[in-house]
């Protein structure tokens, strides 16, 4: 390509010089002049021309690298100490070139140290380890050492034996200390979870007792057995002891139902019945609430919904605080529906109301026990927050799922489904823990309420005609 050019641009000026007149043409020296200047200069500009390369030595790499860099034989004798950030660790592993780098970490770490290095000698191309460096001052924070990362990547001759590590090490003392604190408050927070949990259970085991007392002797008062009472306030003043007694008494039931769930305690009862009876109940049981509200409550249950195999304990409670909610938030002339189905092999419940509704950015925090979505000190509507919670772990212990929508102003939908033939048995039988006394004191609170339980019992039965004797302990009783 080259002598193409350089033949072209001959021919041209001399063919111009034979061609043109005497006057427009070159000189014939000149032509060839101007032939010779233009090969030059293709031949020059043809040539490939070579970049400046700009030599790197190793050293630049090995002191720019991010961290402290070391270079080790393969004994594990430092032989050369770089990095960019080298003043920022102590002398100790800085200023430790010629000697072994082992001796220069806590002894505690020295052997994690050696076998590092060791896993490096059988063929590993790199290794990692966590030691202790002693600092050069500990007057800043008061402590005594840093923690030091080591990352060594193993260089190997042709061979493949050992010949040189190189380790680069970070400070990671400021990493440590925040793991540390999370984990710290992470056990702080399962401590007090579990604090909170007995703190529940003792709490309703101690308040259920004198509850049932309270709840026994206003039914003896409101039946008048031991005589008529003076007048009507009196039966009122009777009546709102029994309802708010049983009120308290439905509060503890589920703390201590919330308590046992979290623990791991609740135990199911699996049985087959019939979900329309649970939906029945429940709605005869709330009808009256629903209507001094103004509220309607309907209840629609598929024919062909077959019995199912669940705890009907739990089914009713979750009934029960699903409908409640839904009645407690609903003012009115508002509709609040219960309905059962079947969908597959799964019972479906749906419960639905025509109430406040909830913003869709605290749906999130629904079913967290104690909460509620407005958890201001004068909220328009009472309750503890542990319905839904109290819902949501039945709903597992089933193998069910839950789900909630809901639109502000016009009302929410729960439904929840339960598989139809029960949880699955080895998964049942795995959640299953045997119940047991908790806490165990609580036995002597209640043989300190044994006088009250015994006043109950018989008041029972002197209005069968039963005569009764009480013995004053378990001996007397023996004897008796």
């Known amino acids: 390509m080259v002598l193409t050019a350089a033949v072209a641009l001959v021919t041209i000026p001399l063919g111009l010089t034979a061609l043109l007149r005497p006057v427009l043409a070159l000189p014939v020296g000149a ?20 970049l400046p390369q700009m030599v790197v030595s190793d050293d630049i790499y090995f002191d720019t690298c991010p961290g402290l860099m070391l270079s ?19 002398s100790a592993i800085r200023d430790c070139a010629g000697v072994t780098l082992a001796e220069r970490v806590h002894v505690s ?12 000698r059988q063929g590993a191309s790199r290794a990692e380890t966590d030691v202790r460096v002693q600092k050069t001052s500990s007057v800043a924070d008061g402590r005594q050492f840093i923690l030091v990362r080591f990352d060594f990547t193993a260089i190997r001759n042709g061979e493949g034996n050992l010949v040189q590590v190189i380790a680069q090490a ?28 007995r703190f529940l259970a003792a709490v309703s085991h101690e308040l259920r007792t004198p509850l049932n007392a309270i709840l026994g002797f206003s039914d003896v008062l409101a039946g008048e057995y031991f005589g008529k009472l003076a ?32 623990a791991g305690r609740y135990e199911l009862l699996i049985e087959p019945f019939a979900a329309s009876e649970a939906v029945e109940t429940c709605r005869a049981m709330l009808d009256l609430q629903a209507r001094d509200k103004g509220i309607t409550l309907t209840a629609r249950v598929s024919r062909a919904l077959p019995e199912v195999l669940a ?11 699903l409908a409640g909610n839904a009645i407690k938030f609903t003012d009115r002339g508002g509709v609040v529906s219960m309905d059962a189905s079947l969908r597959g092999q799964d019972l479906v419940i749906t419960v639905s109301d025509t109430g406040i509704g909830i913003a869709a950015e605290k749906l999130g925090t629904l079913g967290q026990p104690f909460t509620q979505v407005d958890n201001s000190y004068n909220r328009n509507y ?23 929508a809901s639109r502000p102003g016009e009302g929410t939908v729960v439904t929840i489904t339960l598989p139809m033939g029960g949880p699955d048995t080895a998964d049942a039988e795995d959640a299953m823990v045997e119940t047991v006394e908790f806490p165990p004191r609580l036995k002597t609170v209640q043989l300190k309420n044994s006088d009250e339980k015994a006043m109950m019992e018989g008041t029972a039965m002197e209005r069968s005609g039963i005569q009764l004797g009480c013995a004053n302990d378990h001996a007397e009783a023996k004897i008796a």
């Open 31 to 50: 032509a060839v002049v101007v032939a010779v200047f233009l090969i030059i200069s293709v031949i020059a500009f043809s040539r490939p021309r070579s």
């Open 382 to 404: 009472e309750g503890t927050g542990l319905g839904l919670a109290l819902v949501k772990g039945l709903v597992a212990l089933h193998r069910g799922t839950f789900a909630i």
């Open 231 to 262: 007048n009507d306030r009196q039966r009122e003043y009777v009546g709102l002891i029994r309802q708010s007694g049983g009120h308290l008494l439905s509060v503890v039931t589920t703390m201590l139902d919330m308590s046992k769930i979290e």
């Open 311 to 321: 705890d009907r304990r739990a089914l009713q409670q979750i009934l029960i605080n």
């Open 72 to 90: 080790l034989d393969a004994q594990g004798q430092v032989l050369r100490v770089g990095g960019r950030d080298a003043q920022s660790f102590p």
């Open 109 to 120: 770490d020295q052997i994690a140290l050696l076998q590092a290095f060791d896993m490096l």
């Open 170 to 197: 970070r400070d990671v003392s400021e990493y440590d200390a925040l793991r540390r604190e999370a984990e710290s408050r992470q056990e702080e927070a399962r401590s007090a979870h579990e604090t909170k949990s």
